[in-house]
């Protein structure tokens, strides 16, 4: 008898509220963790039907794919272990990339976090730079960040064979790649990329020296490649010499600098906009092992947009975090101690898991290969985007790369009791990473012996290699094993930003501090629903919020041991918690307080732990001077770190703050100027689809103060021809603000027109009262701008009511031009901090390489 066809089920879908809801219940009422996680991460088609409802069923779909690949080797991990392994963000954490897209059959994306492209050969003609531009384009487009070198470009000056005689040097370059960079990150895709040139360059000044101004190079972070030899030079006060090619034995051009002039200029750099990043190259070359495979093009040319991944080109990493709180046993008691035989049997099955990742990330290129080849598009157009993915699989094959890392160090060091920076924490950090990086040798050589080595495996080329010498001190039978098996990865850790991940495990973020402890936040309030006791704010406007404290989840749980119920923590005020933080294991232990020579120290030591690299941010109090920067970074390159990032306190507009070096407790206010009776405006025509409507720009010194819109065939129909006038602030009659519109007529009399809100549609209304707010508490009429063009409220048309707002506001930017580099592109918000060499937004989680 024949067997009936199974019926295939149809998938559950979720309305977005359902899946805020169940979010929300999940991360415990943390609704920013349950938007990250809702916005970035949950399965969903492009039509925006969505299939999970919580982070449960996203771990659930990533384990059946990891078990899946595991069903193909010997010995698998079944899948209600990995299961357990990523439940509840508790010990694995797949990260950004890999967490959205396995399993995902709704896109055909990458799973790799990030890419590093270039040209082997003529690597300076225009072809190649062009070649280059839309190669990061078709990366970016796929969930990828991109990082790219440029030292291989014709200094400016330089003599060329065309029609220009002379070269244009490296900067109108980054330009280019900066803007391609910020068109893929239109409709909410926010591209990545890191743009590096070595100090040999002639050109190097001017690389460094390009982002001096704010408001340019904003799609790109630059890092400069110094070497022993400049290192050398600065500090024996020394000349330095620049050529082309870089690393000619007879270069085209060569030219002698005082390494001192070059070096001022980094510092002046960091000191002012915590830009160009330094790269010790010589370190990173000396220590990596895939550059022994050099003739087979795993040459490091660059980084990942945030530093912790060097790369050949054409080559890719995915990242994976563990979660090092969990290992704590009897956190934040005298009897706290971590668990290093658990987290040695979960750092050998986080390997073999990012070993299945690469099978999964092939299979990605795969689909993406057929996807080009059925793409419509003429042959001559998809051909360069077929032979980068091409390479890209050849590159993933050969060396089977992973970036197996951690998250969570400052609150694990909470957890034992350790001060965060002391000579405790340097020394148990070091300890732990240690740990990970034998256990994760110790099981790729399993796995070469289960699956096979990566195919260009050789052990003469490793011979002697520094990394491979400290693990046979410490053990010897990895060594020994991998002589007889070899190993399955070519290079296999990290410690990459952690942004999103952290706010998802609610944890501090990769090896750093916690930011802040506690903040507070403001949420409004109707008069009726005042509770007695409670503390309000009221506005100029006379709305009121009530304020409450933002506490970092594990200070909570901290707290919790202490007694605290969730009701008497709800109640603990800013005097209160200040006092039983001086009493816990976060006291001193914030960002704004740890001194920056411990965090470079213990960066160097687990640098010597780790294959790839470390992001990391120093942050620094504003009156930092130069002098002490460049001291931190003759200490970095003396502990032996790969790269070095500072940020000084209010060294980029726009970034969360505090006052004078005092410790953050809030948010800072800023204060509307009160708003006169009568306002100067200018009336602005536009199209919203097929209806005509006018803008009026209420005025304050000659900038945008307050907008009004409104339909021209309704009551604004006299003012589709009037171009000035006045606003009047009025009181109605039922008590509220009333906003009338007066100009003068052709024969001089005046004409008021009363209530200019009373025809608007009422979220277009809405919409105007927020960016009036923003206009009126100083936001940079640059960055209104872009936040108006991030809404989604209409059909991505020309003539909409965004885009009318938009063009009547960009008449008051002098040059027209939209920068948006310090404000969160996400949420408009200024509460941008440097974290882990990253922008991060701590108001919704938005992170600009994680």
Known sequence: MKSATPIKKEPRIYSESEVSEFSQKYFNGDTLAAEVWKNKYALKSSNGKYFEKSPDDMHKRIAREFSRIESKYPSPLKEKEIYNLLKDFKYIIPQGSPMAGIGNNFQVSSLSNCFVIGVEKNADSYGAVMSMDEELVQLMKRRGGVGLDLSTIRPQGSKVHNSALSATGIVPFMHRFSNSTREVAQGGRRGA??????????????????????????????????????????????????????????????????????????????????????????????????????????????????????????????????????????????????????????????????????????????????????????????????????????????????????????????????????????IISEKVQKKLAISAYSSSVTLAKERGAFPIYNETREKDHPFLKRIEKEAPDIIERMKEYGRRNIAMLTIAPTGSTSLLTQTTSGIE?????????????????????????????????????????????WLTTKGF???????????????????????????????????????????????????????????????????????????????????????????????????????????APKRPTSLDATVIQFLNNDEKWVAVVGLLDHKPYEIFTGRADDSFSILSKVKKGKVIKNKGKNGKNRYDFQYLDSDGYKITIEGLSRTFNEEYWNYAKLISGVLRHGMPL????????????????????????KRALLQFIPDGTVPTDNVCPNCKSPAMSYQESCLLCNNCGYSKCG
Request: with cysteine; glycine share 6%.
């Open 782 to 805: 640059k960055y209104v701008v872009e936040m108006i063009d991030d809404l989604y409220l209409d059909a991505p048309t020309l003539n909409t009511w965004k885009n009318g707002v």
């Open 193 to 426: 990329l890191m743009l590096t040139v070595s100090s040999r360059h002639p050109d190097a000044l001017a690389f460094t020296g390009a982002k001096r101004d704010t408001t340019s190079v904003t799609g790109a972070n630059i890092s400069l490649k110094v070497d022993d030899d400049f290192i050398q030079a600065v500090k024996n006060h020394t000349e330095y010499e620049q050529r082309f090619p870089i690393d000619a034995s007879k270069p085209l051009i060569s030219k002698k600098i005082k390494a001192e002039d070059l070096w001022e200029e980094i510092i002046e750099g960091a000191w002012k906009s915590a830009e160009p990043g330094v790269i010790f190259w010589d370190t990173v070359q000396r220590e990596s092992l895939p550059d022994r495979y050099y003739r087979e093009g795993f040459t490091t040319t660059s980084t990942n947009p945030c530093g912790e991944i060097p790369l050949c080109p054409y080559d890719s990493c995915r990242l994976l975090a563990i979660n090092l709180f969990s290992y704590v046993k009897s956190p934040y008691t005298k009897d706290a101690t971590f668990d290093f035989e658990l987290f040695e049997d979960h750092v050998k099955k986080a390997l073999r898991l990012m070993d299945d990742l690469v099978d999964l990330e092939l299979e990605k290129i795969d689909k993406i290969l057929k996807k080009i080849e059925s793409d419509p598009e003429d042959d001559q157009y998809k051909i360069r985007e077929r032979n980068l993915w091409t390479k890209i699989k050849n590159k993933t094959s050969k060396g089977r790369r992973t970036g197996l890392g951690v998250t969570a160090m400052g609150d694990m060091l909470a957890a034992l009791g350790v001060q965060y920076g002391s000579d405790a924490s340097i």
């Open 513 to 557: 501090p916690v930011f802040r402890i506690y903040y507070t936040r403001r949420k409004k309030v109707n008069d009726a629903v005042e509770k007695p006791g409670k503390q309000y704010f009221t506005d100029e406007n006379g709305d009121k919020y009530e304020e409450f404290a933002i506490i970092h989840h594990k200070f909570r749980d």
């Open 565 to 671: 119920t969730s009701d008497e923590i709800a109640q603990l005020k800013p005097k209160d918690l200040d006092k039983l933080i001086e009493n816990s294991p976060y006291k001193q232990s914030s960002s704004e307080h740890i001194n920056w020579q411990s965090k470079v120290k213990l960066q160097g030591k687990l640098q010597k732990w780790v294959d790839h690299s470390i992001s990391v941010t120093v942050n620094l109090p504003e009156n930092t001077s130069k002098e002490v920067i460049s001291g931190l970074y003759m200490d970095a390159w003396e502990a032996g770190c790969k790269g070095i990032t500072v940020y000084r306190e209010g060294s980029r507009s726009g970034i969360l703050v505090s006052d004078s070096g005092k410790k953050v407790t809030d948010f800072q206010d800023t204060i």
